[in-house]
């Protein structure tokens, strides 16, 4: 509870405060004992009929309500919350390869893959870029870095399946991007992040091992979602006599793995849709939001007059007085 607070020493105070209403107790009890001894039930009704009891109770325990508020705020009480980072752009890339079609995802990998990814881009930060890279045989640039999400959206749900998987030329094309378009940190890295999903390891184009050098050098983290499960299967004509064959298609995710702990990015899996929207909201809430604290001791205080305020009216309106 503490690190909610900045000065949770001042919280030691809610002892004086049990302290005051532990005191109030006690002379309840003493004036009940002394009231009886010194007269009957009988003449104490008669000379006090209209006694406040259980009214001066809870216009005690408000005000002793109220000032545990005021010690509260007094020890300056923040709240964590989610405010845009203002990161300038994010690439997302997605695997278009055959074996995406695999329905071992309902309704299949690629289908699902579009809707999370849809839901990810329309999540993040108004001002923040977004770029989007489909890669199968090679690498294409479908949306370069825009704000307008409509436009990343329909490009999504256009993509189309196409042999090989090019994942070393998705990462290059995706460094490449932010190196035009991103802006520089103090430190004279771009403030930009790829997130790249795929189900299986690179079969064409530059290998995967010699696109992590250009992440590196770029300081661009790689953040992967290895997706699918070990039992796909697509079915494919190889042969090209018009009759399809069953072909295996089980997730790889020791590349996507490398990949990302190599540049400095993140590296998640996901074996049904839920599990991939979960993964992509995770990471909407890492790469397009800070966490800052915020001060929160005017609610509290402001909680605490309130409560001052309403002990104070039915004292008046109760017992003629305040306490």
């Keep these: ?28 009890f003493r004036r009940s004992k002394y009231a009886v001894r010194i007269s009957s039930l009988a003449m104490l009704d008669k000379v006090a009929p209209n006694r406040p009891g259980w009214r001066r109770h809870v216009v005690a325990g408000l005000y002793a309500l109220g000032l545990a508020g005021l010690v509260l705020a007094y020890a ?5 919350e ?7 752009t994010i690439v997302v890339a997605i695997d278009t390869s ?7 995802v309902a309704p299949s990998r690629l289908e699902a893959a579009q809707v999370a990814a849809t839901e990810f881009v329309q ?19 479908l949306v370069p870095p825009t704000q307008d999400r409509e436009r990343v959206v329909q490009a ?22 932010i190196d035009d378009q991103a802006q520089r940190t103090e430190e004279g890295l771009p403030d930009a992040t790829v997130v790249l999903i795929s189900d299986g ?11 992590i050098p250009l992440a590196q050098d770029a300081g661009v983290a790689i953040n992967t979602i290895a997706y699918g499960t ?31 702990e190599e540049t400095g990015g993140v590296a998640r899996t996901a074996d049904s849709a839920s599990d991939l929207e979960q993964v992509y909201a995770d990471f909407g809430s890492t790469i397009g939001f800070d966490e800052e604290q915020s001060d929160i001791a005017y609610k509290f205080a402001g909680a605490a007059l309130a409560v001052l305020t309403l002990g104070a009216g039915l004292s008046l309106w109760w017992l003629q007085r305040l306490p």
């Design 123 to 141: 999540g993040l930060p108004e001002k923040l870029n977004v770029a989007l890279i489909g890669f199968a045989g090679t690498a294409q640039l």
């Design 156 to 177: 999504i749900d256009s993509l189309d399946l196409e042999e090989a998987t090019a994942i070393g030329d998705a990462i290059k094309l995706s460094v490449d991007v």
């Design 201 to 211: 390891e690179t079969t064409v184009g530059l290998p995967t091992a010699d696109a």
């Design 76 to 80: 300056q009480p923040v709240a964590t």
């Design 1 to 28: 509870m503490t690190e909610n607070f900045l000065s949770p020493g001042r919280l030691w105070l809610l002892l004086v405060v049990a302290v005051v209403v532990a005191v109030y107790v006690g002379l309840q």
């Design 230 to 260: 070990p039992d796909g299967v697509i079915t494919v004509d190889e042969d090209g006599d018009g009759v399809g064959q069953t072909a295996p298609v089980p997730v790889n995710t020791t590349e996507l793995a490398t990949v990302a």
């Design 82 to 88: 989610q405010v845009p980072r203002e990161r300038s």
């Design 98 to 104: 055959l074996s995406m079609m695999a329905t071992d």
